[in-house]
């Protein structure tokens, strides 16, 4: 189970760790910085290992969403902390908050960010210059006399200025004493470049007439006419593509996020003293009531004070029909209206709304590291350091067995430019930011990369009724007419006389009555019968509206045929609700907590994954039975109290099942906590929300179903992601070293393998 994430008073910190020695000792804040200068895993580790050995930090550093999440006790600074990561060698920021400013926006148009510009304008100088030079070496027809200078010539701006920002950061990593991809990508580069040079000034490839063939594998040449000038440019700009390609992807991969913080409304029509005054969102505050014209935005959460309207809120649920809302109905902020005008009273602004608690629930999830990723960044941190061995002893080795230098030294630049800890250190954090932002549009909200783990092992689920099953509001159900009474009639006088009382049954009937026979005549004489229903005066009849001990007062019996119809609906756990006037019962109505309309789809499409529903209910044993029977549920606990749920949940884990838990009230948190997999319908409370590892914003349960596949799919990936990258450097590292590849196929092969593992993941924004 995870727990919440706080940014984080002390008091919020000492309430998440008292039970802990640690919180005893020290209160904790927490920080999210934005890491600058990273340039693989590697970078990552090493950020992270600094932070973790400052005295009471927990630090972890995502390399995908550079950011770094640290708790940090009393005593340490935040500004300590960007000062530890700066001398690591990498820079280091608190983010701006995560709503955008509109201004800031326009100013910086998705896709146009200053890295990824850069990159491109090196990639296209690069590639124009590398071209002629990869070809001319390729193909002896294109060899004319003195070519080689040519190449040279075209190859030197290439690794100097395409590559200066490997070389910058290969330079900065040892002066620190440390060594990433850079610096495999900087040394292997200048390696293959100095050979070159040394070949055409002292050797024998500056003669005018010099030829030479390509070879995709190790070819022993005599060293002093070998130049590698193509494998320098062609390494340094298939890699710059890849980093391109890189970043461009890593955009996609959080674009749903960024789609999702830009959702909100820019300014709100606020009702100031009678008139309209349009403002910046900025400045409403809770209280204010604002106007919503058909085709706007919703500007925050709130209730509807005026007017009546359907609302689309497809962008925060993923429910792609609109809900009909009027006075008293709640509205999310970013919904749009789609018809009427409304009037809405804020009720949560800014930070505190759907909108916003949902982005810092998705970003709080990118940013975490699951179990898998944390295996794959130890070993990025090592990687590093054991192909710079690597390559040594392949080139001691080669000159040893073979005494070739050009042979020797080809191998060992494979070496180092094939090694590629970025697929590594890739595979999991784009497939959480394309499987979290894909959760979001859809309504379901992932907490953290943990979550997914419990995904895949759960084999029971167990279905809160109240709310989750059910719709948790007593609705009419069916209406029993005696012989000669007219349907319609019974419903519009049973309905006036209840439209008058504030019984939750009595609110079920008169709605029922008014959806299904129009507009309620007015009661005269209403009287409320304590614990027995309601009696008064409708259109001139005496009416009489309750239990059937209210009827008995008036001296009035039930016929056999509506006595029948009150226990069936009785023996189905429904409240039955007799009718009479003029002396004579007319008819009997049956109430209910309401089934969900896809609830049995839900349940079924809960045991296509494998999953044995169990519905866990307060209520009598009676309708819990009736309800499970309905909607496909063989295992019912019913009659239990709130606090014995968490009991429910803990028997069933000690029969060795996996347990996920749905369910949407207060009382529903702690077994929601304990269960193996906590989801939370976001129709509910905040206590079951905050308990939940999975938030479901619609209050469908098939969305449950969906949760857990998405969860699923998106763990499938990064193990697919993570087979790839361990099984790329496995197989490519020895054929490098035993002298199969050439240096600049390496170098290909190395770009390519990162970009494979971000386009694989990006497939998850098909997830339907």
């Given at each position: 189970?995870?727990s919440?994430v706080h940014e984080?008073t002390?008091?919020e910190?000492?309430?998440?760790?008292a039970?802990?020695?640690e919180?005893?000792i020290?209160?904790t804040?927490q920080v999210?910085?934005?890491?600058g200068g990273?340039t693989c895993?590697?970078?990552a580790a090493?950020v992270?290992?600094?932070?973790?050995?400052?005295?009471?930090?927990?630090?972890?550093?995502?390399f995908?969403t550079?950011?770094?999440?640290?708790?940090y006790?009393?005593?340490?600074?935040?500004?300590?902390l960007?000062a530890?990561?700066?001398?690591?060698?990498?820079?280091?920021?608190e983010?701006?908050p995560p709503?955008?400013?509109?201004?800031?926006q326009?100013?910086a148009?998705?896709?146009r960010?200053?890295e990824?510009?850069?990159l491109r304008?090196?990639l296209?100088?690069s590639?124009?210059l590398?071209v002629p030079?990869v070809?001319m070496a390729?193909?002896?027809?294109?060899?004319f006399?003195?070519?080689?200078w040519?190449?040279?010539?075209l190859?030197?701006?290439?690794?100097?200025?395409?590559?200066?920002?490997?070389?910058?950061?290969a330079?900065?990593?040892?002066r620190?004493?440390?060594a990433?991809m850079d610096?495999?990508?900087?040394?292997g580069?200048?390696?293959?470049?100095?050979w070159?040079?040394?070949?055409l000034?002292?050797g024998h490839?500056?003669m005018?007439d010099?030829r030479?063939?390509?070879d995709?594998?190790?070819?022993r040449?005599d060293?002093?006419?070998a130049?590698?000038?193509?494998?320098a440019a062609?390494?340094v700009t298939?890699?710059?593509?890849?980093?391109?390609l890189e970043?461009?992807?890593?955009?996609k991969?959080?674009a749903?996020?960024r789609a999702?913080?830009e959702?909100g409304a820019k300014?709100v029509?606020v009702?100031?003293?009678?008139?309209?005054v349009?403002?910046?969102?900025a400045?409403?505050?809770?209280?204010?009531?604002?106007?919503?014209?058909?085709g706007?935005?919703?500007?925050?959460?709130?209730t509807?004070?005026?007017?009546?309207s359907?609302?689309?809120?497809s962008m925060?649920?993923?429910e792609s029909?609109?809900?009909?809302v009027?006075?008293?109905?709640?509205?999310?902020?970013?919904?749009?209206?789609?018809?009427?005008r409304?009037v809405?009273e804020?009720?949560?602004?800014g930070?505190?709304?759907?909108?916003a608690?949902?982005a810092?629930?998705?970003?709080n999830?990118?940013?975490?590291?699951?179990?898998?990723?944390?295996?794959?960044d130890r070993i990025?941190?090592?990687f590093?350091?054991?192909v710079l061995?690597?390559?040594?002893?392949?080139?001691?080795t080669?000159l040893l067995l073979?005494g070739?230098?050009?042979?020797?030294?080809?191998a060992?630049?494979?070496?180092?430019?094939?090694?590629?800890p970025?697929?590594l250190?890739?595979?999991?954090?784009?497939a959480l930011?394309v499987?979290?932002g894909?959760g979001?549009q859809?309504?379901?909200?992932?907490k953290?990369?943990?979550?997914?783990?419990?995904?895949?092992r759960?084999?029971t689920?167990?279905l809160?009724?109240t709310g989750?099953?059910?719709t948790?509001?007593?609705t009419l159900?069916d209406v029993?007419?005696?012989d000669g009474?007219?349907e319609?009639?019974l419903?519009?006088?049973?309905?006036a006389?209840e439209?008058?009382?504030?019984h939750?049954?009595?609110r079920?009937?008169a709605?029922g009555?008014a959806?299904?026979a129009?507009?309620?005549p007015?009661?005269?004489?209403f009287e409320?019968?304590?614990?027995?229903?309601?009696q008064?005066?409708v259109?001139g009849?005496?009416?009489?509206?309750?239990?059937?001990k209210?009827?008995?007062?008036?001296a009035?019996?039930?016929?056999d045929a509506?006595a029948a119809a009150?226990?069936?609906?009785?023996?189905?756990?429904?409240?039955?609700v007799?009718?009479?006037?003029?002396g004579?019962a007319?008819?009997?109505l049956?109430?209910?907590?309401?089934?969900k309309?896809?609830?049995?789809?839900?349940?079924?499409?809960l045991?296509a994954?494998?999953?044995?529903?169990?519905l866990?209910?307060?209520?009598n044993?009676?309708v819990?039975?009736?309800?499970a029977?309905?909607?496909?549920?063989?295992?019912?606990?019913?009659?239990?109290l709130?606090q014995d749920?968490v009991?429910?949940?803990?028997r069933l884990q000690?029969?060795?099942r996996?347990?996920?838990?749905?369910?949407?009230g207060?009382n529903?948190?702690?077994?929601l906590?304990t269960a193996?997999?906590g989801l939370?319908?976001g129709?509910?409370?905040d206590?079951a929300?905050e308990?939940?590892?999975?938030?479901l914003?619609?209050g469908?349960?098939?969305?449950?179903a969906?949760?857990?596949?998405l969860?699923?799919?998106t763990?499938?990936?990064?193990?697919?992601?993570?087979?790839w990258?361990f099984g790329y450097?496995v197989?490519?590292?020895p054929?490098?070293a035993?002298?199969?590849?050439?240096?600049?196929?390496a170098g290909a092969?190395?770009?390519?393998?990162?970009v494979?593992v971000?386009t694989n993941?990006?497939?998850?924004r098909s997830?339907t």
């Open positions: 189970m995870t919440t984080a002390a008091d910190a000492r309430a998440s760790e039970a802990t020695p919180a005893q020290a209160d804040s999210e910085l934005s890491i990273m895993a590697s970078c090493r992270e290992k600094k932070l973790n050995r400052m005295a009471g930090v927990t630090a972890t550093v995502n995908a550079e950011r770094a999440r640290v708790s006790p009393d005593g340490i600074e935040v500004a300590d960007i530890t990561v700066e001398k690591t060698g990498y820079t280091a920021e983010p701006p709503a955008p400013e509109p201004a800031a326009e100013s148009p998705a896709g960010d200053p990824t510009t850069s304008q090196r296209l100088g590639l124009t590398s030079v070809l390729m193909i002896p027809a294109l060899q006399d003195n070519w080689q040519l190449s040279l010539t190859a030197a701006p290439v690794v100097v200025w395409g590559a200066y920002p490997f070389h910058r950061a330079w900065t990593n040892a620190h004493g440390a990433t610096t495999l990508v900087s040394v580069t200048l390696a293959a470049f100095g070159s040079l040394w070949a000034f002292f490839a500056g005018p010099m030479h063939t390509f995709f594998s190790v070819s040449t060293g002093s006419s130049i590698y000038l193509e494998v062609g390494v298939f890699i710059l593509l890849g980093r391109y970043a461009k992807s890593k955009r991969a959080g749903a996020l999702l913080l959702l300014d029509a009702l100031r003293d009678g008139s309209e349009r403002v910046p969102l400045q409403l505050a809770v209280g204010d009531r604002f106007v919503v014209r058909p706007e935005k919703v500007a925050t959460d709130g509807v004070r005026e007017g009546h359907a609302v689309d809120a925060l649920t993923g029909v609109p809900v009909d009027s006075v008293g109905d709640t509205v999310a902020g970013a919904t749009v209206n789609v018809s009427g409304l809405v804020a009720a949560r602004v930070a505190d709304t759907q909108l608690r949902m810092r629930l998705v970003e999830a990118q940013n975490g590291k699951a179990d898998v990723q944390r295996l794959a990025s941190a090592v590093v350091p054991v061995v690597v390559a040594l002893g392949t080139l001691v080669w073979t070739d230098a050009t042979a020797a030294f080809t060992a630049v494979a070496v180092l430019i094939i090694a590629c970025c697929a250190g890739l595979a999991t954090p784009t930011m499987g979290t894909r979001a859809l309504g379901i909200l992932i953290g990369p943990e979550v997914l783990e419990s995904t895949r759960v084999d689920v167990v809160d009724k989750t099953v059910t948790g509001r007593m159900q029993f007419a005696a009474v007219d319609q009639e419903l519009r006088l049973a309905g006389l439209h008058a009382s504030e939750p049954v009595a079920a009937v709605a009555a959806d299904r129009g507009t309620l007015e009661p005269e004489g409320n019968v304590a614990g027995l229903g309601v008064g005066v259109e009849h005496a009416v009489v509206v309750g239990r059937e209210l009827l008995a007062q008036w009035i019996e039930l016929p509506l009150k226990a069936a609906a009785e023996a189905e756990g429904r409240t039955a007799a009718v009479a006037w003029d004579e007319r008819g009997v049956t109430v209910a907590d309401a089934i309309e896809t609830s049995a789809e839900a349940v079924e499409r045991r994954l494998g999953l044995t529903p169990v866990l209910t307060g209520d044993r009676l819990a039975e009736s309800v029977r309905t909607v496909g549920i063989d295992e019912v606990h019913a009659e239990v709130p749920k009991a429910v949940v803990e000690g029969e060795g996996s347990v996920a838990m749905v369910g949407d207060v529903d948190a702690a077994a906590a193996d997999l939370a319908m129709t509910g409370t206590a929300i308990a939940g590892d999975l938030t914003v619609r469908d349960l098939r969305v449950a969906d949760a857990i596949r969860s699923r799919r763990l499938a990936t990064i193990k697919g992601n993570l087979f990258a450097n197989a490519a590292l054929l490098a035993a002298g199969l590849l050439n240096p600049m196929i092969a190395m770009a390519f393998s990162s494979f971000v993941s990006l497939r998850l997830f």
